[in-house]
């Protein structure tokens, strides 16, 4: 029996909750899980459809994309996992759709504004659309390099992977991370609902306003800060 | 066998229909019923999914917000119930979630109009939006003065609170009300569904007129009025 | 063992189609069906949600709207659809929604284009929005003159109720109707999806233009014309 | 035993994902699929519901749309199918939907811009929207006229039909199609899911960009150029 047998069955049912929770359809999509111990992290093989996807059909493969267990050819993203498992020590699974609201703002290169406390429950800025990247980089190591748009797009914003917990690449779509492979997908999920809100907002009132900043750091605060008090611990 | 076992049973079920209905997702929202006899109100626990929440997890509370059974933490928005429980006599239930379209209408903080009978059969103003709370109270005491806001959004719009069961609390969401909590999620699916027909009648037509007074004078007095002839009673 | 209770079975089967199609929530909309040689028509009774609905609470009415059988009060609208079997002779069901894209149409007071083949395979001209009925109606026999507003509107219009079977109230919502009860709720779902489709045509390419003629008489004449050719009949 | 009883199945559950996919409702749309050797092709029958269709109830017509097996009246687009087929020979499959955000960008009368990867791992080019057709051909051999039609378009914009496996025809709505009938279905659900992203993308931003040419190019080669590594093949 594989000494991966966990890890694969935690990024498979990670992978099936992406078609459950209407992220994806076809074999769009990815969900990986890392095992920082053993230096590897699972991800779902290429182009399978999530109709026949099995946790046998996981691959298992190590932080420079070689493969260590697994029959299949791993997702053609894994280069941009593997990125951002190397860059960003503290997360444990990363989670690629193409849910429709999410795409439609990548596609329109535009930040998602922070609106309202829904927003600001879980993250206290907006959500960045990192800009399209520069032909030569497209034509050479393009998924990897995915993972460095990712990074200096927040270095540049002066962003923490830790507090904002996803991004839009511009013309793609969202990627999301959290501590757990369960945490990417719901924050998938999260930025799909929120990119849907400010969608309609905007189509409501186009001078909108952003939440104001009291707002924001009091839900931040009842929610992540030193004296939260939501929740149940 | 707990005293309020009957109430946590009516407290559950009212919250369970919030997803049921597609109102809320991941632990959003929260429906409270009251006891007045007991001077007493059960509310779902913080941050608890509904796909695990039990009857037994929910939290029995005073007015002061004090825990009168139960092991979980109330609801973060706890203090907001109390206040609307004690500065209204007559409601039975109070209801909060993140739907879509109405946390729309809030973050675009505009009142929702009057636009057709679908409204008209069930309230007869715009549906309010409080304005976003001041900046030192939501340093202070936030959830307790968010029940004032809708207080004073009342009184400022000379709105009856037994007439318009609902407010928009801007950049947040809705919060509804009614004699019992069932009544309280039947206010917030209709919400939802009149900020969805209001948003699309706005992208049709910009210019669309509020509904004249006599329709808005006829729907509501004929199902509500003293010779009122909708329904069986 | 009633006389009514194959009209009752066809009456209780039509309505349950609505909230199936996904056109009603709680106990908005109303079907009726007709049995002309007794003079009688079944109706929903008032204000009973769908999920508690039962083939015996369907009321049996004359078209004086007088209770022939049933121990419930029958839909508020009865004397709508009672005016519209008295004056068209060849319908033999009526349904009215409050269906959302065909109320934000209602609403926004206008008639829906014909914009495509998929509207001109049922209908060659745009669907009718009658205007709001004026004050001194409205304050008389309201339920009666609804069925008057939309005879006048298809006067007006000089459309005919055997070739355009649904029309927009303004403000309110559709009503539609057809040789069955069946037919009614078929063209309710028609109008709905009708709706949707110019709504979004219009958001894409606000100066889109109408269906041209040669296409709305093709279209029309393949289905319905003396050479028609398409079914099985 | 029919020696077409397999493309007939082949053809039944084809047009069963139709609805499934929640591309038609009613009667609409229609799925054909070839067999090249034998000369024929397997079609839907005229206006039959998709609740009722079964296998032996799918019509086999030749190239000419002579009936070679079966007792229903095949789809009155069959003459668009066979026309396709004899002009085209590489493909196996076509679909014909009245999806709902396809059909609004044809009434449009506009091409889907290619906003994003999501679009380019498929196709390289805008979804063409064909003009409708002039007054006197519709007055004509008008099905098979719809064939030339797209045949036209695809000539004009300098298209391969094995590239760009989709078209709209103004007004009316779309046809895919494929190397074979479940293709062509997939082909129907990718172009509506294109179509809604498309349409959010303009509502977001008006002036949003089109893709720019090379990720067009990698997003293309990476999944179907010669050195393709999306994938299991």
Redesign the interface.
């Known amino acids: 029996m594989s000494k991966y047998q966990e890890l694969k069955r935690t990024c498979y049912e990670a992978n099936m909750e992406l078609p459950a929770q209407g992220l994806v359809?076809?074999t769009?999509g990815n969900v990986s899980a890392v095992d920082r111990q053993e230096g590897v992290f699972a991800i779902k093989?290429?182009?399978?459809d999530y109709a026949v996807l099995r946790p046998e059909d996981i691959v298992i493969v190590d932080f420079d994309c070689q493969v260590v267990e697994g029959t299949?050819?791993p997702s053609?993203d894994t280069k941009t996992h593997a990125f951002l498992y190397r860059e960003w020590s503290e997360i444990g699974g990363i989670s690629h759709t193409?849910a429709?609201?999410s795409?439609?703002?990548?596609?329109?290169?535009?930040d998602i504004p922070i609106?309202?406390?829904?927003h600001a429950d879980y993250l206290t800025s907006d959500i960045p659309c990192a800009p399209?990247?520069g032909?030569e980089l497209?034509?050479g190591n393009?998924e990897h390099m995915t993972g460095q748009q990712i990074v200096d797009c927040f270095t540049e914003k002066g962003l923490s992977y830790q507090e904002v917990e996803m991004v839009l690449l511009g013309?793609?779509?969202p990627f999301t991370w959290g501590k757990t492979a369960a945490k990417s997908v719901?924050n998938s999920?999260?930025l799909e609902?929120l990119a849907?809100?400010?969608?309609?907002?905007?189509?409501?009132?186009p001078d909108?306003?952003r939440?104001?900043e009291?707002?924001i750091k009091?839900h931040w605060e009842?929610?992540h800060g030193k004296d939260a008090?939501?929740?149940?611990n």
């Open positions: 359809i076809f769009f093989p290429s182009g399978v299949m050819r053609s193409h429709t609201y795409v439609a703002w990548a596609q329109a290169q535009q609106f309202g406390t829904t399209p990247m032909d497209i034509k393009y013309n793609h779509g719901f999920k999260l609902e849907r809100m400010a969608y309609l907002t905007l189509q409501i009132n909108a306003p939440l104001k009291a707002l009091k009842r929610k008090y939501y929740g149940q």
